[in-house]
């Protein structure tokens, strides 16, 4: 255990780990900052970066852009009136007004207050809890990850789209893409057709970058060249201490539904934020100046977006299941460097994880220097027109991709997925099921396999245990409560005028 | 008639045709299965198979939704394009998509006979011309530095052989 903390120690405390830390979470406020571009986006761009660096180095890298980011959307969506990242968009509701009102100054410093306390928060609930959740995870076998993946792929499916069946839809093309390769009981082939580059599977940073980036830059040629910016992210006065003290109870209560939320696989920083932005105008003496431009909302909106950032990595690293498309993204990469995040990495690589835990709460601190530093940088950000930006992210795919295997065939899948993705899009069939059920899928269908071979095919295997009977209950309650929730969310769409949210 | 009209049940069609091609069509003829298999459940092709199946089965459930939705006067009859974020008309942005599309493709195509730094910056300057970009300087210094850069990390930071094509010889 000493060994692990004196190597976990050095891992850390190297300048270059260091650096890249800070680097990641300066990386992922420029691309949160960028109508457009999302966490998801920036995280998938760096993944082929990282493949040079040790493996606590690219995880860090990629966590500092994915909590960079959720950051960064604040920026535009205070001064854009356009969330950098779907998750900014209740920021809009308050932070906007702010900025009309000559006030962007004050809802960018909240912003970033608030997102650097729910994100501490968020951190220490990760390294409280992963550890305990992963020792509970160590009694289970095949068929108790069977039934966690259902009742996770549900959860994700259920509310990554506004259409349970669509999402269900996209989980299953998933699934079914995640069988392309060489069978792993029988060592035969399965839908290769003789090319031997496909007997591995599809590799998942062309499969990911081409889902995510393909149909982003197509669907920027739907839209007119973007507006400047004419805000002055500078104007007005800064946060006093009172106003931070007055908003603190909010901060917290935010971080709290934002830690919960996000531990939850599926949920994400969407959820979080308005429902922290909700109980904060609930329980407001002042609820009819929520939406007019009140700081309030904004530390609510930032603190439950911001709290789910360390919470999602929990169910990740304790059980190995990704919560939301970015922690499937840093799957991909612990899989890449050779590491499997679940319970046996506690036993294994320990060592790694408290490394990660350590560097996770600087990142903390990187955000607000980083932020307090180039608020005004940034903010111009979200000016580069998409007639650049668009071209540019296609030819950082095209080299980021080909460098995964030295393949094009990885640069033609890529482009596959992409046409694949954009008609998923025109059929609003979200995304992020797709991509949670194709990192899931094969240790899915290994899960279903031993279970079969070890019950000799009775399938009385997947109801052999408590731990089996408690996903089978969670997996009925949360379809129910997804059901019942479009069932009487329906009648209100109809009446709303409300273009809706941007899903990641 | 109606059926064509209603994009949800076009969307459930879709799936439920995507899901009998693979299961039926594709399956038999992509999966090789050994000669015994002890138990069926652990089949090559077994879980594929439960994968289509699914699909077919969401795909109806889409559709049949949507046909009882919208004969009871809801909000399933709606046409996608109604809640697609584009703000050109719908011709404009068809055709605009389709030419990326097609740039992306020859993109992809000529990258291992131009190489990929030059046909990078091609496909770049394509590309922005495209989207209604016309500061010509900033285009083709970006197109060129782009590139460049990516080339020079790729090869010399990290050891990855970018295909040069028949721009070999200048470099």
Same mark, same amino acid.
């Given at each position: 255990?000493?060994?692990?903390?004196? %190597?976990?120690?050095?891992?850390?405390?190297?300048?270059?780990?260091?650096?890249?830390?800070?680097?990641?979470?300066?990386?992922?406020?420029?691309?949160?900052?960028?109508?457009?571009?999302?966490?998801?986006?920036?995280?998938?761009?760096?993944?082929?970066?990282?493949?040079?660096?040790?493996?606590?180095?690219?995880?860090?890298?990629?966590?500092?852009?994915?909590?960079?980011?959720?950051?960064?959307?604040?920026?535009?969506?205070?001064?854009?009136?356009?969330?950098?990242?779907?998750?900014?968009?209740?920021?809009?509701?308050?932070?906007?007004?702010?900025?009309?009102?000559?006030?962007?100054?004050?809802?960018?410093?909240?912003?970033?207050?608030?997102?650097?306390?729910?994100?501490?928060?968020?951190?220490?609930?990760?390294?409280?809890?992963?550890?305990?959740?992963?020792?509970?995870?160590?009694?289970?076998?095949?068929?108790?990850?069977?039934?966690?993946?259902?009742?996770?792929?549900?959860?994700?499916?259920?509310?990554?789209?506004? %259409?349970?069946?669509?999402?269900?839809?996209?989980?299953?093309?998933?699934?079914?893409?995640?069988?392309?390769?060489? %069978?792993?009981?029988?060592?035969?082939?399965?839908?290769?057709?003789?090319?031997?580059?496909?007997?591995?599977?599809?590799?998942?940073?062309?499969?990911?970058?081409?889902?995510?980036?393909?149909?982003?830059?197509?669907?920027?040629?739907?839209?007119?060249?973007?507006?400047?910016?004419?805000?002055?992210?500078?104007?007005?006065?800064?946060?006093?201490?009172?106003?931070?003290?007055?908003?603190?109870?909010?901060?917290?209560?935010?971080?709290?539904?934002?830690?919960?939320?996000?531990?939850?696989?599926?949920?994400?920083?969407?959820?979080?934020?308005?429902?922290?932005?909700?109980?904060?105008? =609930?329980?407001?003496?002042?609820?009819?100046?929520?939406?007019?431009?009140?700081?309030?909302?904004?530390?609510?909106?930032?603190?439950?977006?911001?709290?789910?950032?360390?919470?999602?990595?929990?169910?990740?690293?304790?059980?190995?299941?990704?919560?939301?498309?970015?922690?499937?993204?840093?799957?991909?990469?612990?899989?890449?460097?050779?590491?499997?995040?679940?319970?046996?990495?506690?036993?294994?690589?320990?060592?790694?994880?408290?490394?990660?835990?350590?560097?996770?709460?600087? #990142?903390?601190?990187?955000?607000?220097?980083?932020?307090?530093?180039?608020?005004?940088?940034?903010?111009?950000?979200?000016?580069?027109?998409?007639?650049?930006?668009?071209?540019?992210?296609?030819?950082?795919?095209?080299?980021?991709?080909?460098?995964?295997?030295?393949?094009?065939?990885?640069?033609?899948?890529?482009?596959?997925?992409?046409?694949?993705?954009?008609?998923?899009?025109?059929?609003?069939?979200?995304?992020?099921?797709?991509?949670?059920?194709?990192?899931?899928?094969?240790?899915?269908?290994?899960?279903?396999?031993?279970?079969?071979?070890?019950?000799?095919?009775?399938?009385?295997?997947?109801?052999? #245990?408590?731990?089996?009977?408690?996903?089978?209950?969670?997996?009925?309650?949360?379809?129910?409560?997804?059901? =019942?929730?479009?069932?009487?969310?329906?009648?209100?769409?109809?009446?709303?005028?409300?273009?809706?949210?941007?899903?990641? | 008639m109606y059926l064509l009209h209603n994009s949800h049940i076009r969307v459930g069609a879709s799936?439920v045709?995507?899901?009998?091609?693979?299961?039926?069509?594709?399956?038999?003829?992509?999966?090789?299965?050994?000669?015994?298999?002890?138990?069926?459940?652990?089949?090559?092709?077994?879980?594929?198979?439960?994968?289509?199946?699914?699909?077919?089965?969401?795909?109806a459930?889409i559709a049949v939704r949507a046909w009882f939705g919208s004969k009871s006067g809801g909000q399933n009859d709606v046409q996608i394009t109604d809640?697609?974020?584009?703000?050109?008309?719908?011709?404009?942005?068809?055709?605009?998509?389709?030419?990326?599309?097609?740039?992306?493709?020859?993109?992809?195509?000529?990258?291992?006979?131009?190489?990929?730094?030059?046909?990078?910056?091609?496909?770049?300057?394509?590309?922005?011309?495209?989207?209604?970009?016309?500061?010509?300087?900033?285009?083709?210094?970006?197109?060129?530095?782009?590139?460049?850069?990516?080339?020079?990390?790729?090869?010399?930071?990290?050891?990855?052989?970018?295909?040069?094509?028949?721009?070999?010889?200048?470099?």
């Open positions: 255990m000493f060994e692990n903390f004196t %190597d976990a120690f050095a891992n850390v405390w190297s300048i270059d780990t260091v650096v890249v830390l800070f680097l990641g979470v300066a990386i992922g406020t420029v691309v949160g900052a960028i109508p457009g571009m999302t966490s998801v986006l920036g995280v998938a761009l760096a993944l082929p970066f990282t493949f040079t660096m040790s493996p606590v180095m690219g995880i860090l890298l990629l966590l500092g852009i994915y909590k960079g980011g959720m950051y960064g959307g604040s920026i535009a969506a205070i001064i854009a009136r356009a969330p950098g990242t779907p998750a900014a968009s209740c920021t809009i509701l308050d932070g906007a007004p702010m900025a009309q009102k000559g006030e962007a100054r004050r809802a960018l410093e909240m912003a970033l207050y608030a997102s650097c306390i729910a994100d501490f928060i968020s951190n220490l609930a990760l390294i409280v809890f992963a550890g305990w959740l992963a020792s509970l995870a160590l009694a289970f076998g095949p068929a108790e990850y069977f039934t966690l993946i259902i009742f996770s792929l549900t959860v994700a499916a259920g509310v990554a789209g506004d %259409d349970l069946l669509r999402g269900l839809a996209s989980a299953a093309l998933g699934l079914m893409v995640a069988t392309i390769g060489l %069978d792993l009981i029988y060592g035969t082939e399965r839908m290769v057709f003789g090319i031997t580059e496909l007997m591995e599977g599809l590799n998942f940073v062309p499969v990911l970058i081409g889902l995510f980036a393909i149909p982003e830059i197509l669907k920027q040629f739907t839209k007119r060249q973007s507006m400047a910016i004419e805000i002055n992210p500078l104007a007005g006065k800064s946060v006093n201490f009172a106003e931070f003290r007055r908003c603190l109870k909010t901060i917290f209560r935010g971080s709290l539904i934002g830690v919960v939320l996000g531990a939850i696989p599926g949920i994400g920083g969407i959820t979080a934020a308005f429902l922290s932005y909700s109980e904060a105008k =609930r329980t407001s003496p002042n609820p009819e100046v929520f939406g007019t431009g009140e700081i309030e909302g904004v530390a609510a909106a930032e603190s439950g977006n911001n709290g789910t950032a360390g919470a999602t990595l929990i169910p990740l690293l304790a059980l190995g299941i990704p919560g939301d498309v970015v922690t499937a993204v840093i799957l991909g990469a612990f899989m890449i460097h050779g590491l499997r995040p679940g319970p046996i990495m506690f036993q294994e690589n320990l060592d790694v994880i408290l490394a990660l835990f350590m560097a996770i709460m600087l #990142s903390s601190l990187f955000l607000f220097v980083v932020g307090k530093i180039c608020i005004r940088l940034f903010s111009r950000i979200a000016e580069i027109p998409a007639g650049i930006l668009s071209p540019a992210i296609l030819v950082l795919c095209v080299f980021g991709v080909y460098s995964v295997n030295n393949s094009t065939l990885d640069i033609f899948v890529m482009v596959a997925m992409g046409f694949a993705g954009y008609l998923m899009a025109l059929m609003r069939l979200p995304p992020a099921p797709f991509l949670i059920a194709f990192v899931l899928g094969p240790p899915f269908e290994d899960a279903f396999r031993q279970s079969m071979l070890l019950s000799h095919g009775s399938p009385s295997a997947f109801f052999g #245990s408590a731990v089996n009977w408690v996903f089978w209950i969670l997996t009925i309650l949360s379809l129910t409560m997804v059901a =019942r929730q479009r069932f009487s969310s329906a009648p209100m769409k109809r009446q709303s005028s409300v273009p809706e949210t941007k899903q990641e | 799936l045709l995507l899901g009998a091609i693979w299961t039926f069509f594709m399956l038999p003829s992509g999966v090789v299965l050994p000669a015994r298999v002890s138990i069926p459940t652990v089949a090559p092709d077994f879980w594929p198979t439960i994968c289509g199946y699914t699909l077919m089965v969401l795909g459930a809640t697609w974020d584009m703000d050109l008309p719908l011709r404009e942005a068809a055709t605009r998509v389709g030419a990326a599309g097609a740039i992306i493709l020859a993109y992809t195509l000529v990258i291992e006979t131009l190489g990929m730094p030059l046909a990078s910056s091609l496909a770049f300057i394509a590309l922005s011309f495209l989207a209604g970009e016309r500061r010509y300087v900033l285009v083709i210094s970006v197109s060129l530095f782009l590139p460049i850069i990516l080339f020079l990390f790729f090869t010399r930071a990290a050891s990855v052989p970018i295909p040069l094509g028949i721009t070999e010889a200048l470099v």
